[in-house]
């Protein structure tokens, strides 16, 4: 689950970390009057969307007084911006940030996530702060530093000389610096983030070391922990489908595609996305409906998929364990009595009940296509929709 940048700040601030400071609004007219509280020269307008590379694409702008900081907001709120991040349709501006501004002598950059590969956390840090850290990587990798952490209360200080040491800092400020990273790590683990990214850290020209921007992703699995998180959810930000499915606890992300899955398995779900690109096409969605799906689940998952409208056709993959393949013929069934489809449907079951589960869609009316296994699925489906 994503959160929004001031979202971000007031947390890692509750944990030590310095941040400037700033205020957050719904309208224009609110916003103006809480930036009168700001001890500020100039005001920085930051526009509050689930996606990176706003300042590009004009949703961050250095205001001389309140009254440009007014037009600005204006001008800024509701309008539509589109990164590198939120494709071509763009996301909507909804909330306003405005905080002090920042004497800026030197940007960094610094993140953390899960390194499942090595079940440690990763520190990336470089002293190429402010731009795109893919761009960093790709032109100039060695500005670019890894640290993979072991899973511990706190990081060392050991750990910690490593992360800074790109940074060319000294003295205080490299004293700051380490707190910092402390801090952030602490969240890190209390709060089962996934990943947290600090883009830009600065240096002052007071020699203050400050967290200019921050992006924090938290495990929707540990959520139950931490209800005062889960709290700040914005759904404005995510896309429908996706909401949808996550009230009947499926595991859903939308894609560009033409194909939808319905597949039991987050293995075999990956493994069908990728045999759908080998035969040309691309698939519109990971969907694992899990292990234990009731009929009423599956039938959820099937309208889910088809009310994008991209989807041309349906894979459906099933290989029956816990997830009984009669269940999933039921569900599907179900489903199509209550939407009309339009669309070729290839439908592959093996495993529990797979025969019962091929009866009740060979008997119900369906206009559906049989496929013994995965490859031969794929094909045609492929097939079906050209």
């Known amino acids: 689950m994503n959160i929004h940048e001031h979202q971000a700040k007031q947390i890692l601030k509750k944990y030590g970390v310095v941040v400037p400071q700033g205020i957050f609004s719904l309208n224009v007219e609110d916003l103006i009057e809480k930036a009168k ?44 911006l589109v990164t590198h ?20 002598e030197k940007e960094f950059y610094l993140s953390c996530l899960v390194d499942r590969a090595s079940s440690k956390i990763a520190f990336i840090s470089s002293d190429q702060g402010g731009m795109d850290i893919e761009e960093v990587a790709d032109k100039t990798p060695e500005k670019i530093i890894t640290t993979k952490v072991e899973i511990s209360d706190e990081i060392s200080d050991i750990d910690c000389e490593k992360v800074v040491k790109i940074f060319s800092l000294t003295g205080d400020e490299k004293k700051q610096a380490i707190l910092i990273l402390k801090s952030i790590y602490k969240m890190f683990i209390s709060t089962d983030a996934n990943m947290i990214e600090v883009n830009p850290l600065i240096s002052t020209k007071e020699k203050k070391i400050i967290c200019l921007d921050a992006k924090i992703n938290f495990d929707s699995n540990a959520l139950f922990k931490h209800p005062e998180i889960m709290e700040l959810r914005d759904l404005n930000e995510e896309d429908p489908t996706e909401i949808e499915a996550s009230k009947h606890d499926l595991a859903y992300i939308k894609l560009d595609g033409s194909i939808g899955c319905m597949v039991n398995g987050a293995g075999l779900a990956m493994a069908t996305m990728d045999i759908i690109k080998l035969y ?7 969907l694992d409906v899990g292990g234990g799906a009731s009929k009423e689940k599956v039938s959820a998952a099937f309208k889910i998929i088809l009310s994008d409208k991209n989807v041309k056709g349906i894979l ?71």
Do not use: W
Request: glycine share 10%; proline share 1%.
């Open 85 to 104: 991040q939120t494709g071509s349709e763009g996301r909507k501006v909804k909330r306003l940030y405005v905080e002090e501004s920042s004497n800026i």
């Open 280 to 286: 040309g096409k691309e698939p519109a969605n990971f």
């Open 316 to 386: 459906i993959n099933i290989f029956g364990g816990i997830m009984r393949c009669d269940v999933l013929a039921h569900g599907v069934v179900d489903a199509a009595k209550e939407i009309n489809i339009n669309v070729p449907l290839v439908v592959r079951l093996a495993g529990t009940n797979f025969k019962e589960g091929k009866e009740i869609l060979d008997n119900s009316g369906l206009k559906l296509i049989s496929a013994e296994n995965l490859d031969e699925a794929a094909k045609k489906i492929v097939e079906a929709i050209k």
């Open 37 to 80: 509280s700001l001890k500020t020269e100039k005001f920085v307008l930051k526009a509050q969307i689930h996606a990176g590379g706003r300042g590009k694409a004009g949703g961050v702008k250095i205001l001389n007084n309140l009254e440009e900081l007014k037009v600005a907001a204006k001008e800024l709120l509701g309008k539509t």
